[in-house]
């Protein structure tokens, strides 16, 4: 009997054994699983939490790795942990995804959201515009001081920029619509060229459709050199088609258009701020005091307005103006009026 009771007593201690090993096991387990349920929705808890209260701009350099990107966030002053955001990108299946360039982390954004803006590619964004009546000139110097482009066109001339373009034209002045336009930071600024010579494309194939069927102006090239004169010559923009009426009419009587602002842009970096009459009588291929007909390139950029008064002149009988000094011009049909105008609003 006795040694059947050890018999059992051997059985039995293994069977609990196992028993206990099991239930241990059991409640590895479920800790286990308890602590990756509370790791994961702490880690959903992070990524879809606010991460900063200010914006900070950050740079991801060509080439970055998944690590070095997430390093690069954060050591920009971005709120957010390398490591975990990391790991966010490998769970997410994103972290081939991420695209170098300039980015914005705005206040109150997430990691999740961060993540996304990166793959997405949606750059920081800045704001550049040309203005109507500059010239080519002031154009250039405006992108060269704007810190926020790629200066790629500082060692290239006015003629290779404008071959850069495919223009049929060698001249660059008019050849750009004067707007508003969003960049990536770190753009090329020869993005500013092209984008704004295509949109002068689309404008003016826009105005010459609806020009007017009288209109002595053989080209839309010619329809830029008016609006142009248009636009120097207008401080009031109701004045438009009135004045570009006047250029079309001394136009079609083979007067001269006299005037002011294409001797300015002939003269270069000679005019100082003032015109003599040795100026006037100096002839130029931009001086219409001396030459008849329109001037052989633009004088400066051109928004819609100005080239809609070019291809669309008011129907007046006045082949002169002069300004009045509040920005508005006085119009007149003969000569002798004109001089009473002058007398009067200039001397």
């Known amino acids: ?71 690069q966030i954060a050591d920009a002053g971005v709120a957010v942990q390398p490591v975990l955001f990391e790991v966010l990108a490998r769970i997410t299946g994103q972290g081939s995804k991420l695209k170098a360039g300039t980015y914005e982390a705005q206040a109150g954004i997430t990691p999740k959201a961060l993540l996304d803006k990166i793959v997405r590619g949606e750059f920081a964004q800045f704001s550049f515009a040309l203005i109507e009546g500059w010239t080519f000139r002031q154009m250039r110097q405006a992108i060269r001081q704007n810190p926020y482009f790629m200066h790629d066109s500082v060692n290239l001339s006015d003629r290779e920029i404008v071959a850069d373009l495919n223009s049929d034209h060698a001249v660059p002045e008019g050849l750009f619509f004067p707007d508003t336009y969003l ?30 069927a009288d209109s002595p102006l053989k080209s839309p090239y010619e329809a830029i050199i008016l609006a142009s004169l248009v636009e120097k010559e207008t401080g009031l923009k109701s004045d438009r088609s009135m004045i570009a009426g006047v250029f079309v009419n001394r136009l079609r009587k083979g007067m001269l258009l006299q005037t002011d602002p294409t001797v300015i842009f002939g003269m270069g970096d000679r005019y100082q701020g003032k015109i003599h009459k040795r100026d006037l009588l100096t002839d130029s291929p931009y001086n219409t005091y001396t030459r008849v007909g329109l001037p052989p ?3 400066a950029l051109v928004g819609m307005e100005s080239l809609m008064a070019a291809l669309n002149p008011a129907h007046t009988d006045a082949l002169y103006f002069v300004a009045k000094g509040d920005g508005s011009s006085q119009f007149s049909a003969t000569l002798n009026d004109h001089h009473r105008a002058v007398a009067r609003f200039i001397k």
Not at 11 to 27: A, C, E
Not at 183 to 208: C, H, I, N, T
Request: glycine residues 4%.
């Open 1 to 71: 009997m006795h040694c059947q009771a050890s018999v059992n007593q051997q059985i039995i201690n293994p069977l609990w054994k196992s028993r206990i090993t099991v239930l241990i096991l059991k409640k590895l387990v479920v800790v286990i699983l308890l602590c990756l349920i509370a790791l994961c929705t702490g880690f959903g808890y992070w990524a879809t939490q606010p991460i900063s209260d200010t914006t900070v701009e950050f740079l991801i350099k060509p080439g970055s790795s998944l690590r070095s990107s997430s390093q």
């Open 183 to 212: 960049f990536p930071k770190g753009s090329s600024d020869m993005e500013v060229y092209r984008r704004a010579y295509a949109q002068m494309q689309v404008r003016l194939e826009l105005a010459w459709q609806k020009r007017d």
């Open 297 to 299: 390139t633009p004088i």
